[in-house]
């Protein structure tokens, strides 16, 4: 077992996984993102109430965010999990460019966000079946200039 940026047993697969799949987030290929998933597999923006369900509304979600922040990007702090689950905690970052995902009821600012998130994954047979993504909406939102306080 491995042990990823001071976390526990990693094995080199779920590593190598990891490592894929930033790179893909990063890079935003989106086919190659949603490779990962399962065929039905879901993926759930909690943070925005968005829930994508099958290749297709996978695909159209990351097109859409990918759109929306064209310099998004991830960083992996820390990682865990089994052959059946596993944990990202990351750092999430972007310029709100474009109103895709709310279909322009929000409007774009310009402005740049960085915030703390937690993944986590559920697998079938070797692919992700569920990913939940965890963040506070409310510092992205301070953070982009869409609603008053202090960003965090």
Known sequence: MLKNKGDFNVSTDLKNRIDEYKLAWNSHDV?????FFVDD?????????????????????????????PDFMIEIKSSFGSDEWMCFEIISSGTHTHSTLTKSTTPATGKHFSVHAASIFQFRNGKIGRQSEYYNMMTLLQQVGLIPGQPK
């Open 31 to 35: 086919n190659k993102i949603v490779s």
């Open 41 to 69: 597999g879901i993926y759930e923006d909690v943070g925005a109430g968005i829930v994508s369900k099958g290749k297709r509304e996978l695909t159209a979600y990351f097109d859409a965010m990918f759109i929306d922040y």
